[in-house]
T-cell receptor, first 110, second 115 residues
Framework: QKEVEQNSGPLSVPEGAIASLNCTYS??????FFWYRQYSGKSPELIMS????GDKEDGRFTAQLNKASQYVSLLIRDSQPSDSATYLC??????????FGTGTKLQVIP | EPEVTQTPSHQVTQMGQEVILRCVPI?????FYWYRQILGQKVEFLVS????????KSEIFDDQFSVERPDGSNFTLKIRSTKLEDSAMYFC?????????????FGSGTQLSVL
């Protein structure tokens, strides 16, 4: 059973549109959730963290968490070509282990 | 801004050779990790390290792998006898603490190529 699941994509959106990225996780005791952006050949870069149910907004990014459904999402408003990357969902479970999903590749079409 | 540093950025080795990948985590961080990413695949957890001991390791982290924090700053990953399938990007990462700040900061990675 996969611990953190994401649709691998690619997800293609036109420039200026909203990109919606989704993630589900299996470990019910997980308390901390993160979204990372990874450009090809580069290391993951943290863009959002969320710890409680609901929405958290930071600029053009909104993270949404629903612990009952074991679901976390990332919305990117006004998508830009520079947002084209792979977005990794990460979950902290027991023993400080950070588990990553396979990532969703986002393509923003100019 | 403090960062996790990794050396070397690229390492080429022959199958069966030992390699040591080096990392300097952010100075006040307490939890240290190694991850790897095979080209085109997911970021895979290898091992977590806290208070000078391994706190968790994955199935990938077999007897060929070891980690060490030989002094107050370096955190190393050793692969004793490299295999072709060990070719990957290896990322070191650190977290300040689990109570107030769980954000995982990554180094820029070491690309390991086993020939």
């Amino acid at each position: 059973q996969k611990e953190v699941e994401q649709n691998s994509g690619p997800l293609s959106v036109p420039e200026g549109a909203i990109a919606s990225l989704n993630c589900t996780y299996s470990d019910r005791v997980s308390q901390s959730f993160f979204w990372y952006r990874q450009y090809s050949g580069k290391s993951p870069e943290l863009i959002m963290s969320i710890y409680s149910n609901g929405d958290k907004e930071d600029g053009r990014f909104t993270a949404q968490l629903n612990k009952a459904s074991q679901y976390v999402s990332l919305l990117i408003r006004d998508s830009q070509p520079s947002d084209s990357a792979t977005y990794l969902c990460a979950v902290i479970g027991g023993y400080q282990k950070v588990t990553f999903g396979t990532g969703t590749k986002l393509q923003v079409i100019p | 801004e403090p960062e996790v540093t990794q050396t070397p950025s690229h390492q080429v080795t022959q199958m069966g050779q030992e390699v040591i990948l080096r990392c300097v985590p952010i100075s006040n961080h307490l939890y240290f990790y190694w991850y790897r990413q095979i080209l085109g695949q997911k970021v895979e957890f290898l091992v977590s390290f806290y208070n000078n001991e391994i706190s968790e390791k994955s199935e990938i982290f077999d007897d060929q792998f070891s980690v060490e924090r030989p002094d107050g700053s370096n955190f190393t990953l050793k692969i004793r006898s490299t295999k072709l399938e060990d070719s990957a990007m290896y990322f070191c990462a650190s977290i300040l603490d689990r109570v107030t700040n769980e954000k995982l900061f990554f180094g820029s990675g070491t690309q390991l190529s086993v020939l």
